[in-house]
């Protein structure tokens, strides 16, 4: 069973950034199409960043050009930085391996809670 460790979360003041980090253990790691995933307070777990195994990212719009997702294969991690957050990006943030825009391929991790408020 895979399982996913996520750290790094904390409360920032709305424009400050943190980076979250996530462990994963798979031997598999580098095969996967890996995502950051949130669920705000009465939301859907929601997909907002994923690399694929070719290094390409994607991003939801509402985070395009504030997080940027990376990977260590060798270390088998990966990450989120985020700059420029704001009080809307308060959530839960969860690491796992891709499926669907709202489901992981793999049971879910604690998560890590960013909470954004001055």
């Known amino acids: 069973q895979v399982q996913f460790v996520e750290s790094g979360g904390g409360l920032v003041q709305p424009g400050g950034s943190l980076r979250l980090s996530c462990t994963v253990s798979a031997s598999a790691f580098s095969s996967y199409t890996l995502g950051w995933y949130r669920q705000a307070p009465g939301e859907r777990r929601q997909l907002i960043a994923r690399i694929l195994t070719t290094g390409s990212t994607v991003y939801q719009d509402s985070v395009k050009g504030r997080f940027t997702i990376a990977r260590d294969n060798a270390r088998n991690t990966f990450s989120l930085q985020m700059n420029s957050l704001k009080p809307e990006d308060t959530a839960v943030y969860y690491c796992?391996?891709?499926?669907?825009?709202?489901?992981?391929?793999?049971?879910w991790g604690q998560g890590t809670q960013v909470t954004v408020a001055s």
């Open positions: 796992n391996v891709v499926l669907t825009l709202t489901q992981a391929r793999f049971d």
